[in-house]
C-alpha cells in the first residue's frame, strides 16, 4: 500500500518562500515518477513539477525559474522549494507518485501517451497541504 503524506504548507506573503514535503512510504517501483501538482479554488488540479529516477525534471512554464523539485532518496521524501511566490500560488498542493513508463488515455478508439504533468498519469496520491499567499 502505497502512502503519501504531505507537509510544509502554510501562509506567506507575496515574494516568499516554502518547502512542501511529501513522505512516502510502501514504494515498490526501481523506476518512478513522482510530482507535485496543486487546484486552486474553482480549477482543476494542474501538475506543477515531476522528477523521475533517473533525475529528469519537468516544471509547469508558470513556476520554472521559482519551484525546484527534489527528492532524497534514503528519506523516502520528495521536496518542492517554491520561491518567489505569487498570490496565483494559492492552492492545495498534492504529492503524486506511479512507476515510470508510458501511459495512454484512449478515448473513442483514439489514445494518446499522457503527460507526465497530468492528473492522469498519477495511480497515487496524497491528501494534499495547502499554501496560501497574500499580495
Known amino acids: 500500500q502505497v502512502q503519501l503524506v504531505e507537509s510544509g504548507g502554510g501562509s506567506v506573503q507575496a515574494g516568499g518562500s516554502l518547502r512542501l514535503s511529501c513522505a512516502a512510504s510502501?514504494?515498490?517501483?526501481?523506476?518512478?515518477?513522482m510530482g507535485w501538482f496543486r487546484q486552486a479554488p474553482g480549477k482543476e488540479r494542474e501538475g506543477v513539477a515531476v522528477i523521475a529516477s533517473d533525475g529528469t525534471t519537468k516544471y509547469e512554464d508558470s513556476v520554472k525559474d521559482r519551484f525546484s523539485i527534489s527528492i532524497d532518496n534514503a528519506k523516502n521524501t520528495l521536496y518542492l522549494q517554491m520561491n518567489s511566490l505569487k498570490p496565483e500560488d494559492t492552492a492545495m498542493y498534492y504529492c503524486?507518485?506511479?512507476?515510470?513508463?508510458?501511459?495512454?488515455?484512449?478515448?473513442?478508439?483514439?489514445?494518446?501517451?499522457?503527460?507526465?504533468?497530468?492528473?492522469?498519469?498519477?495511480?497515487?496520491w496524497g491528501q494534499g497541504t495547502q499554501v496560501a499567499v497574500s499580495s
Open positions: 510502501g514504494y515498490r517501483y526501481e523506476s518512478y515518477l
Open positions: 503524486a507518485a506511479d512507476s515510470l513508463g508510458i501511459r495512454t488515455h484512449c478515448s473513442g478508439g483514439n489514445c494518446r501517451k499522457l503527460d507526465v504533468l497530468e492528473v492522469a498519469r498519477f495511480e497515487f
